[in-house]
């Protein structure tokens, strides 16, 4: 069955938008509850590769896209970690509008 499938039934089970709309913010918040948790996970790890470099991670996302660092697997890694860090801000900004 297919999502919009899915949420034509729970229409159909709960007559009453108030409910439905009770229950979607319950699973917007539990999903939002696991977005910052591991976004906490991101920033503990970037934490990492900041204080061993002496450097933002911002900074050092702009001076590795510009090919300025070079190509070590680690800062393939911190660069990893900041993209997704920087999906997981907007999906949480999102969810918190939804909310």
């Known amino acids: 069955m297919d999502i919009s499938t899915k949420m034509e039934v729970l229409k159909e089970a709960y007559s009453d938008q108030s ?3 009770q229950i979607l913010g319950k699973l917007l918040d539990i999903t939002l509850g696991e977005y910052k948790h591991r976004m906490d996970r ?10 061993r470099y002496k450097m933002d991670s911002t900074s050092f996302y702009k001076r590795f896209e510009s090919g300025e660092l070079g190509d070590a ?17 907007e999906k949480i900004r999102n969810l918190e509008k939804a909310l």
Request: hydrophobic residues 35%; glycine residues 4%.
């Open 19 to 21: 409910e439905l709309d």
């Open 42 to 51: 991101y920033e503990r790890e970037m934490h990492e590769f900041e204080s």
């Open 73 to 89: 697997m680690e800062l393939f890694e911190w660069a990893g970690l900041y993209e997704l860090k920087e999906d997981l801000r």
